[in-house]
């Protein structure tokens, strides 16, 4: 079955230092790789996603890259800074019959300290 | 834009009884909605795919007849966690895609619905 690995349980960075998330998965590549905020109690919130074709993507401070033969996505918060600590998520999506459906990693939690 | 709603927020109940949670497109409409649980330190797990006017689709392990899914409207779906005990306690999550595809393809949560069965 697909597995998602988020390497990192929780990540702690300096305030203006770029934090750096890692994805894995195994078997299939997705034909959508998203990232999404969740914070404690709270619904996750969608930042970014990157399709199987795509190999990088930007949105004001963030980045995210996708390679379909490491089987990895990485996403990058440059400038960070304490309003970004959260738990981030990524998550997979396969088309066809699982179209819509996706498969959630456990998440990072990244702190940033001022 | 782009916002969906939960209803409750949180829900204490004794065991043995019936909680309904509703979840709600407030300006856009979704064919497609669906329902997740999160338990503590835990990734999301998906339990259905709620389609608007047809049965709920369940996922491996997820007993329809406890977890009453229904689909009315194209902003409106329910979630009925029926005779609830204690292992039902857990964060309950809706999302919902916009039908006219707006956006990146990204699914929009609700807040979350805190259960917690004594």
């Known amino acids: 079955s697909q597995k998602i690995e988020q390497n990192s349980e929780a990540l702690n960075i300096q305030e203006g230092k770029t934090a750096t998330l890692t994805c894995n998965y195994t078997?299939?590549?997705?034909?959508?790789l998203q990232w999404y905020r969740q914070d404690p109690g709270r619904g996750p919130v969608f930042l970014l996603l990157?399709?199987?074709?795509?190999k990088e993507k930007r949105k004001e401070r963030l980045k995210v890259t996708f390679d379909t033969t490491l089987k990895q996505s990485l996403f990058h918060i440059t400038a960070s800074q304490p309003a970004d600590s959260a738990t981030y998520l990524c998550?997979?999506?396969?088309?066809?019959?699982?179209?819509?459906?996706?498969?959630f990693g456990k998440g990072t939690k990244l702190s940033v300290k001022p | 834009g782009a916002v969906v709603s939960q209803h409750p927020s949180w829900v204490i109940c004794k065991s043995g009884t019936s909680v309904k949670i509703e979840c709600r497109s407030l300006?856009?409409?979704?064919?497609?909605m669906f329902w997740y649980r999160q338990f503590p330190k835990q990734s999301l797990m998906l339990m259905a795919t709620?389609?608007?006017?047809?049965?709920?689709?369940?996922e491996q392990g997820v007993e329809k007849d406890k977890f009453l899914i229904n689909h009315a409207s194209l902003t409106l779906s329910t979630l009925t966690v029926t005779s609830a005990h204690p292992e039902d306690s857990s964060f309950y999550i809706c999302?919902?895609?916009?039908?006219f595809g707006r956006g990146d393809n990204e699914q929009f949560f609700g807040p979350g619905t805190r259960l917690t069965v004594l």
């Open positions: 078997n299939y590549s997705p034909a959508y």
């Open positions: 998550a997979l999506e396969f088309t066809g019959g699982s179209q819509g459906n996706l498969i």
């Open positions: 990157i399709r199987e074709n795509e």
């Open positions: 300006d856009f409409q979704a064919t497609t």
């Open positions: 999302s919902a895609r916009d039908f």
């Open positions: 709620s389609n608007e006017g047809s049965k709920a689709t369940y």
